[in-house]
């Protein structure tokens, strides 16, 4: 289903940031940085951190994905103008079924609802994946908020939290994703 040739990376953010705010400009510097580490991304092809990360990828010379939910969100005329590649998805379910099934590995820049659901999803199908002897990406979150989350779930849950790096910058996200693909 990839339809590039690079390694995707998947990257969730707030859709309500705007060009200017610092939000919106660390994804643009998050979607550059990928770009010239040489990976493609995967957003949910809308506006905010969506459109930011499409944005410094392309303008990096990068291949960009755009999952999109059309019947979710029929008022938004569909992908940002920075998305090479869109993919129309039935519902949020499918579209973060698709975006973590096109991934390399996972970022999550600032959001709200929307990116907690990604990123937990995320979460989940790292923490499930050895259960039938697959594997599954890196997973970075970026920022103190996302920290504090997985930390509070991790002990509430009794789950394990290792699935989840946190990052305090997009720069920082981006070296821990080339890192740990490097490795791996």
Not at 37 to 63: D, K, N, S
Not at 153 to 179: H, I, K, W
């Given at each position: 289903?990839?339809?590039?040739?690079?390694?995707?990376?998947?990257?969730?953010?707030?859709?309500?940031?705007?060009?200017?705010?610092?939000?919106?400009?660390?994804?643009?510097?998050?979607?550059?940085?990928?770009?010239?580490?040489?990976?493609?991304?995967?957003?949910?092809?809308?506006?905010?951190?969506?459109?930011?990360?499409?944005?410094?990828?392309?303008?990096?010379?990068?291949?960009?994905?755009?999952?999109?939910?059309?019947?979710?969100?029929?008022?938004?005329s569909g992908a940002n103008q920075w998305?090479?590649?869109?993919?129309?998805?039935?519902?949020?379910?499918?579209?973060?079924?698709?975006?973590?099934?096109?991934?390399?590995?996972?970022?999550?820049?600032?959001?709200?609802?929307?990116?907690?659901?990604?990123?937990?999803?995320?979460?989940?199908?790292?923490?499930?994946?050895?259960?039938?002897?697959?594997?599954?990406?890196?997973?970075?979150?970026?920022?103190?908020?996302?920290?504090?989350?997985?930390?509070?779930?991790?002990?509430?849950?009794?789950?394990?939290?290792?699935?989840?790096?946190?990052?305090?910058?997009?720069?920082?996200?981006?070296?821990?994703?080339?890192?740990?693909?490097?490795?791996?």
């Open positions: 289903m990839n339809p590039t040739d690079r390694d995707v990376i998947a990257v969730f953010g707030a859709s309500q940031v705007h060009a200017g705010d610092v939000a919106y400009e660390d994804g643009v510097e998050c979607g550059r940085r990928l770009a010239e580490a040489g990976f493609a991304i995967a957003t949910g092809g809308y506006g905010g951190i969506m459109e930011a990360a499409c944005r410094g990828a392309r303008e990096a010379g990068g291949p960009t994905i755009g999952v999109t939910a059309p019947s979710v969100f029929p008022a938004r998305v090479d590649h869109e993919i129309p998805s039935d519902d949020l379910v499918e579209r973060i079924g698709i975006l973590t099934s096109l991934a390399s590995g996972c970022v999550a820049l600032p959001g709200s609802l929307g990116t907690l659901t990604e990123l937990v999803m995320a979460w989940n199908l790292a923490f499930v994946a050895p259960f039938s002897d697959e594997a599954f990406g890196p997973i970075v979150a970026v920022g103190d908020t996302w920290a504090q989350v997985v930390r509070s779930l991790t002990d509430r849950l009794d789950t394990d939290g290792s699935f989840v790096v946190a990052a305090p910058t997009a720069a920082d996200a981006v070296e821990t994703l080339v890192t740990a693909i490097g490795e791996s």
